[in-house]
């Protein structure tokens, strides 16, 4: 809805999410590079209605700083996306390593094991089901 506003930094990963899930919210914008402590700050100040948020981001804020935001869609992210490592380019034997072992440890229950030891099961979110556009 073009009554609420955003606020987004320029090239961030969240633009294209904010472009398809909400097209009609007015965005309020930062320069590239900046931090999302500052879209943070443009939801305390007013000048933005929501932001979209990484979970690791928001749980440390909300946990810092009780009360101060909330989710709006606690138990729905806005979108997933799969867990990925930056490689080199022309090592695709390595790459296909990783991203096999990686994929193992979320199928066998390793990574399930992992989240529950560290306290970080709703840091790590799935997608159990396919999101409609």
């Not at 965005?27 to 990484?54: R, Y």
């Not at 390793?110 to 529950?116: F, G, H, S, V």
Request: charged share 25%; proline share 10%; aromatic share 8%.
């Amino acid at each position: 809805d073009a009554r609420y506003a955003v606020s987004t930094i320029d090239g961030s990963a969240d633009g294209p999410i904010i472009n398809r899930r909400f097209p009609k919210a007015r965005k309020t914008t930062l320069p590239e590079m900046d931090s999302s402590a500052n879209t943070i700050q443009d939801l305390l100040t007013g000048k933005a209605d929501f932001v979209v948020l990484d979970s690791a981001t928001a749980d440390s804020y909300m946990r810092a700083n009780p009360g101060k935001i909330k989710s709006a869609f606690p138990n729905a992210p806005v979108t997933v996306f799969p867990t990925v490592m930056l490689l080199p380019p022309k090592d695709m034997p390595f790459k296909s390593m990783i991203d096999n072992t990686l994929m193992n440890i979320e199928y066998d229950g390793t990574l399930d094991a992992i989240l529950k030891k560290y306290d970080a099961t709703r840091l790590f979110l799935r997608n159990p089901q396919p999101v409609a556009p």
